[in-house]
């Protein structure tokens, strides 16, 4: 069982930063692809940026060159910067481990980006 804990959401103004951080209770490299998530309200749930288990990281075209995914290895906890944030940044982020065959889900942190 991995647990995931999420930090640092919280109320920007747009073209602010924000950095969020998910530390997870155990080791989790190599064997979990980790992403982070949103939500938005009405909006379904997509990838906003992934890290394989060879530590390859992809992003969302709408996030590309904004956001940066990094993952700190000897203390199991990712991360997300996220700078040039804009009013459609809004949303519920949630981190995940994926494994082959299990996924564990973060509780998620509200992101607000509004003047």
């Known amino acids: 069982q991995v647990q995931l804990v999420e930090s640092g959401g919280g109320l920007v103004q747009p073209g602010g930063s924000l950095r969020l951080s998910c530390a997870a209770s155990?080791?989790?490299?190599?064997?979990?692809?980790m992403g982070w998530y949103r939500q938005a309200p009405g909006k379904q749930r997509e990838s906003v940026a992934t890290?394989?288990?060879?530590?390859?990281?992809n992003y969302a075209d709408s996030v590309r060159g904004r956001f940066t995914m990094t993952a700190d290895i000897a203390n199991n906890t990712v991360y997300l910067q996220m700078n040039s944030l804009k009013p459609e940044d809004t949303a519920i982020y949630c981190c995940?481990?994926?494994?082959?065959?299990?996924?564990?889900w973060g509780q998620g942190t509200q992101d607000t980006v509004a003047s």
């Open positions: 995940n481990a994926a494994g082959i065959e299990t996924t564990f």
């Open positions: 155990g080791s989790i490299f190599r064997r979990y692809s």
């Open positions: 890290i394989s288990t060879y530590g390859i990281t």
